[in-house]
């Protein structure tokens, strides 16, 4: 693969503007030049062309199936992005008050009250900027909540199977993580919780649907252990696919939660974002949401920051505003009905592949699942590892499914179809899996060796991540 400065000559056009008839001899001054940055000799052909090649080499949801569990990468309807170019949007300042905001302040404070009817919670604020940050803010809402009732409580439960965000925005914000285990079957192990909830629990995050993609049986017993103990639940829903239009996150008990807009709520995600976390809040947790809060009054929408118990700001101005239009923009095309079929035909989907797959693979938790299913590499032939297969699939066109995660899955690869793949496609992934499984038993070389096909082979994954090449060195 060749660089951008493999293509530099001496003495090719960088840019061409008219000669400047000026005063001055240059029209960038001197001390804004930046000679001692390297760049390469090269024509606006030569980048236009480079840079496109390189977007060729990736893989992305516009190219093939990308069946990545709990990042639901699902195809993002392109309406979204035109809706969210339009000029209103785009050239709309930042400071340009609230009078002359009115559509763009509309959208929030719609797309919150649409947010609040699809999980039952009382209220939502935008402001976070991707799941993660909305567990932050929501820790902090959870620890100002107990300062102003004046109890100490500095415990937060996580059970072993959650994302690693979950146990970082904990201790951010200064609580501690007890580790809830998990039963075989994946579901909260009740029995152990109980022991584990006393006065120093402020809260459990449960991950709903799980990492493994159970709905679990227990959420109300477990809703009641906390709310007995006085502590709160929290319901980690980056990923709402299988349950959104069908199931209340409120009425499973839970008092707080954070939703991905870049994951169910269909903006296009993998590269680092933008993306969008809001939090829910059940009514008594409402005083406490980040500010401002998008308001309604008799003069029409307004930012309000007049919020005495507030957490505070956590965002300039209000969040990743984009990703909210688009956000609103699929919400609005699908209506009530639509979303409930991305949840039935999600749920179809991943039960289609995890019923057809485990013939061929071991499945470690077999029951229904809802958006996701996780198998594993337990008895592949001649040493055949779930890395292995994960690269195999990139020959066969695919993005590897997620690997290695949940924790407590040993060689898990975490599968996620979403609604967007239809049976033909479905059933082409299921080929391509039986396929590797044959060649893994009669050729094992190919899989081990894999991928082929790919711009970049396999990649020395340990030296990459302890020694990252992060600047150009001539
Ligand atoms: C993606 C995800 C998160 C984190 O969301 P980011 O937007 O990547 O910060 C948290 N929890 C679960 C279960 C997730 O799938």
Not at 80 to 105: E, I, K, M
Not at 393 to 411: M, N, Q, R, S
């Amino acid at each position: 693969m060749s660089t951008i400065f493999d293509k530099s000559k001496e003495g090719k056009n960088r840019y061409s503007i008219p000669e400047w008839g000026g005063e001055y001899d240059d029209p960038i001054p001197e001390t804004m030049c930046r000679e001692s940055v390297p760049m390469p000799d090269v024509g606006e052909v030569d980048v236009v062309r480079h840079y496109n090649g390189l977007s060729r080499m990736n893989f992305g949801v516009d190219t093939g199936m990308y069946p990545l569990g709990s990042c639901t990468m699902k195809h993002n309807p392109k309406i979204n992005d035109r809706v969210a170019a339009l000029y209103g949007f785009t050239d709309q300042h930042p400071l340009a008050g609230d009078t002359l905001s009115q559509g763009s302040l509309e959208i929030m404070y719609e797309l919150g009250n649409m947010l609040c009817q699809v999980t039952g919670m009382s209220a939502f604020s935008l402001m976070p900027a991707a799941g993660a940050h909305g567990e932050l803010a929501s820790v902090m809402i959870i620890r100002k909540y107990f300062e102003k009732k004046g109890e100490k409580r500095n415990v937060i439960l996580i059970p072993d199977s959650a994302h690693g965000t979950n146990p970082a925005s904990v201790m951010m914000c200064g609580f501690t993580v007890r580790e809830v285990p998990s039963t075989s079957q994946g579901d909260v192990d009740v029995e152990e919780l109980k022991k584990m909830v006393d006065g120093d629990v402020a809260a459990m995050m449960l991950t709903s649907p799980s990492t493994l993609g159970l709905f679990d049986r227990n959420v109300h017993v477990i809703a009641d252990i906390l709310h007995k103990a006085g502590a709160l639940f929290y319901c980690d829903g980056a990923n709402l696919n299988a349950v959104v239009g069908r199931a209340s996150v409120s009425r499973m008990g839970f008092d707080i939660m954070h939703v991905n807009l870049h994951k169910t709520f269909s903006t296009p995600h993998g590269g680092g974002g933008p993306g969008s976390g809001p939090i829910g809040v059940a009514a008594e947790l409402e005083p406490f949401l980040p500010v401002p809060v998008v308001e309604r009054s008799e003069e029409g929408y307004v930012l309000s920051s007049d919020r005495p118990h507030s957490i505070g700001r956590i965002h300039s101005f209000y969040g990743n505003f984009m990703v909210m239009v688009r956000a609103y923009t699929y919400m609005r095309m699908l209506g009530a009905e639509g979303l409930r079929e991305v949840a039935d035909n999600a749920v179809l989907n991943a039960n289609y592949l995890r019923v057809k797959l485990k013939q061929h693979y071991n499945l470690p938790v077999d029951r229904i699942c809802m958006h996701e299913f996780v198998i594993n590499d337990e008895g592949m032939p001649n040493h055949v590892t779930t890395n292995d297969i994960a690269k195999r699939l990139l020959d066969y066109g695919y993005h590897a499914p997620t690997v290695y995660f949940p924790l407590i899955i040993p060689g898990a690869m975490m599968i996620e179809p979403t609604e967007t793949e239809d049976k033909t496609a479905l059933d082409e992934f299921i080929e391509a899996m039986i396929a590797i499984k044959k060649e893994a038993e009669e050729s094992p070389q190919l899989v081990l060796d894999a991928p082929q096909t790919t711009p970049v082979k396999r990649v020395d994954a340990v030296t990459a991540a302890r020694k990252p090449v992060l600047q150009w060195e001539e």
